[in-house]
């Protein structure tokens, strides 16, 4: 009974992730064939891009005042508080604006994904699409994974600005040190690499999250309690494989540009 | 009875000659359990409008949904204008899906866009010029009565008005197959028989074939019974004794075919079942 068990779960795992790589190949080559639909493109960038900035905005900037306070208690234990603008642009700059703004957008974003969708599956607007001669994946899926992957770029660069606008504030106001101070350590050690760790991972995790939502979105069953799972399902994933994926990339890119 | 009428009683001889609009051979179908379609082969022909007739569940969406390819067979072969579909990549089916209307069974109106988006849909997607498309759309509403809908969201509007947008949408774009899932399903009398006329309107004015479920005996009585009188434009009763000669009949039973005729096949046969339904 266990085994059997066992064995359904493991090919329902298996089947899922098929699924999700064959939609998700599908969606990624309708980024390059036309018909491409501009104008959902656009408005989807206005509610992921232009929607997800003051949440962007007011978590890289307390992320990044955290740090400073976080920083300069230990810093000083080796007098060495001079260098909490580096630390503070290294971290968000490398890590945290991407990873903290791939974590709120996949909240805020594949959550509103997954759910429109899928109550569009379950309301059989879908199908109606679908018989309308309108590919669903091109005109819903496509526009919602290109601007996600064009904004979440756009808004890390944000949440990196907030962020150490943050440290800065807290390292002048709270720590009272000098400010010039703060922003020429934190702009004199960044080099090309840190840079390109920090935005090339938005393009993958905003490529993870609008496809995970989306794909939860249509696979959605069971009325309105199957959108809710959906949901769910999306948001946890997301947040998960996005850290997971950070990893990751973190490790290749500090392969090939070791510090 | 208007020349119309008559006219369009009787197929052409091109749409005779012409092969079946929609042909299903041995089809059968099942969701990871019991076949819920097995062994299922009919065909509408030009001009021809055939009616579905089940109990719930039986499985009479799942079929029209096989006919349009939204869904796919288990086994068995289906052919839509021609072009068996059943191994058909999903990409090649939306050229053929465009010649085709559907009416869903809850409307399956997009929530998000206005009762004049909604109709236009095909026709936007297309991009046809505005004054175009705000013409037709116009026209089309005015074809189901519901002109002053046009800038209305479906939130506002009833179940029988959504149903009736439903089959404007479906309309518009002048399809030459249409596909009723259960266009009457939970609507009072007065709204039936209103959604009832329109699809015997089209059906005598246009001459489209159709495919239309139900498990209402009565609309499928009147489709059978009655004539779209474009004089008077409403629908009238054909005399004592006459029926419409495209107007046939199916019947499903725990996934199987058990009736393909005529009106007086489907009151004159044996099956215990179809008596049953019947009384």
Known sequence: MATSAIERTSKDIVLAVQEYSLFAWRAMLNLFRPPIYWTDFLMQSDIIGVGSLPIVILSGFFTGGVLALQSASTLSEFGATAVTGRFVSLTMIRELGAVLTGIMVAGRNSSSMASELGSMVVTEQIDAMRALGVDPLRKLVTPRIFASISMLLLLTIVADAFGIVGGAVVTVILNHQNGTQYFNSAYEHLSFSDILQGLVKPLFFGYLLSSIGCFYGMRTTGGTEGVGRSTISAVVTSSVLIIAVDFVITHILLTIFPT | ?279
Do not use: W
């Open chain 2, 1 to 279: 009875m208007s020349q119309a009428s008559i006219r369009a009683e009787q197929p052409t001889a091109g749409e005779q000659e012409a092969g079946p609009v929609v042909e299903l051979r041995g089809v059968s179908v099942d969701f990871d359990g019991p076949p819920v379609l097995e062994d299922i082969s009919f065909s509408v022909a030009p001009g021809e409008t055939r009616v579905l007739l089940g109990p719930a569940g039986v499985g009479k969406s799942v079929l029209l949904k096989l006919i349009i390819g939204l869904l796919r067979p288990r086994k068995g072969t289906i052919h839509l204008f021609g072009e068996e579909i059943s191994g058909l990549p999903e990409e090649k089916l939306f050229s053929l899906r465009v010649r085709a209307g559907m009416v869903f069974q809850e409307s399956a109106l997009f929530d998000s866009l206005t009762v004049r988006d909604n109709v236009a849909y095909q026709l936007i997607q297309e991009r046809t010029p505005d004054d175009v498309i705000d013409s037709r759309v116009h026209e089309a509403l005015r074809f189901v009565g519901l002109e002053e809908t046009f800038n209305l969201y479906p939130a506002s509007l009833s179940g029988g008005m959504k149903r009736r947008v439903a089959i404007a949408r479906a309309l518009i774009h002048e399809p030459e197959l249409i596909l009723y899932d259960s266009p009457t399903g939970g609507l009072d009398p007065v709204t039936s028989t209103t959604i009832i006329e329109l699809i015997v309107k089209q059906r005598d004015v246009h001459s489209t074939p159709s495919l239309l479920v139900t498990h209402r005996l009565q609309d499928a009585f009147t489709l059978c019974n009655h004539r779209f009188d474009v004089e008077k434009d409403h629908m009238v009763p054909l005399p004592d004794g006459e029926t419409n000669p495209n107007t046939t009949f199916l019947m499903l039973d725990e996934g199987r075919l058990i009736l393909d005729g005529s009106l007086h096949d489907l009151v004159h046969t044996d099956n215990k079942f179809v008596r049953e339904f019947l009384e």
